[in-house]
């Protein structure tokens, strides 16, 4: 078995799939409404394993989507999507990633801070299992030093 292999995923609805099966919530045309500037994939023996993309909304670079499948879940594979993420933002120049969690301990545990900020929540404010199947929190990764 060959090792895991990160690269860029350019066409951001390769991962779609992925994204549904991993249980987010994402729909046709998605890339439309989020306008994805940068996705990555791990892959072993050509197989997708994992998948994170990074969006421009709301003037913000926000970390819309990362999934990898169960089989391999622990093994670091989130952390490192996350962590080459990070490096796309830090690459562009950019100061924060943003995202609303699900699971905000395993971002936590990577040095995200918990934020109030109503427009990344905006689409998730008109869901109908916000609050109640869902409620995710909003953090921030700070790639500079903020005042």
Known sequence: MDKIVYAEEKEHENLTELYRNAGLEIGEGWTEV?????????RQDGMLLGAATVSRRFRRLVLDYLAVEVPVRGLGIGKKLT?????????????????????????????????????????????????????????????????
Do not use: M, N, Q
Not at 35 to 42: G, L
């Open 83 to 147: 962590e080459l993420c990070l490096d796309y933002v830090r690459g562009i120049g950019g100061s924060a990633l943003w995202l609303a969690a699900r699971e905000p301990e395993f971002y936590k545990h990577l040095h995200a801070r918990e934020t109030e900020d109503a427009a990344l929540l905006a689409d998730c404010l008109r869901c109908p299992d916000y609050g109640k199947d869902c409620a995710p929190k909003e953090l921030v990764f700070y790639l500079k030093e903020t005042s």
């Open 34 to 42: 989020c306008h994805p500037v940068f996705s990555i994939a791990a």
